[in-house]
């Protein structure tokens, strides 16, 4: 798709991370375009990287994984300059690494609308005051884990999970494992869930 263009030049490419951090050593790149779903090491990972032993580096994220909680880790913890989907087109991708290059992060609409989504949820959640130990035992919970399972997994008595139970009901105002699980999904509460 970037080939023919007058205004950019590929310096390097690779399918391999680590050996991309490698050639990075040995030329001038401004812009860096990664996969976020990647073998051996994955975009995040590698943002991470570029960006604390290149930070000079711009880093524009590629990718078909549009879900909030993977966009929030990839803006707020590798600090990327811009995400589009792959199935943007090649007037975007120009116009986002271009943006890029001069200094300004470029962010397409749909990406900064499940970011601010994410940020939204990842408030609320805060707002909830769940425990770590509450957190594990929502996992389990949905995992229809019985109390007596739950108890010896995490090294607790039965009673201190039926406790946990209640607080986590009352806090996320569910009354059952199905609206649990629900509230769970809606709410990004455990990775892969």
């Known amino acids: 798709m970037l080939n023919g263009n007058e ?4 310096v390097v490419e690779s399918t391999s991370a680590g050996e991309l951090l490698q050639l990075l050593q040995h030329c001038e790149v401004d812009v860096l375009i990664t996969d976020i779903m990647m073998p051996e090491m994955d975009g995040y ?5 570029v960006k604390k032993k290149f930070p000079q580096i711009k880093i524009l994220a590629l990718s078909m994984n549009e879900e909030g909680s993977m966009i929030g880790k990839m803006i707020d913890d590798a600090k990327v300059d811009g995400y589009i989907p792959k199935a943007s087109g090649k007037q975007e991708l120009i116009t ?23 940020k939204k949820i990842k408030t609320e959640n805060k707002n909830l005051n769940l ?4 957190l594990q035992v929502i996992e389990c919970i949905i995992h ?12 607790i008595s039965e009673r201190t999970v ?7 009901y009352r806090k996320t105002n569910t009354k059952g494992v199905g ?3 629900e509230f769970v999904k809606m709410h990004q509460l455990l990775p892969n869930n």
């Open 96 to 118: 986002a690494i271009q943006s890029i290059a001069n200094g300004m992060p470029y962010f397409s609409s749909q990406i900064k609308e499940q970011y601010q989504s994410y």
């Open 7 to 10: 205004n950019l030049a590929i």
């Open 45 to 49: 990972t590698l943002a991470i990287e």
């Open 144 to 155: 229809r884990l019985s109390n007596k399972e739950i108890a010896a997994k995490l090294f």
């Open 162 to 168: 039926e406790t946990h139970r209640k607080n986590i």
């Open 131 to 134: 425990t770590n130990r509450e």
């Open 179 to 181: 609206t649990l699980v």
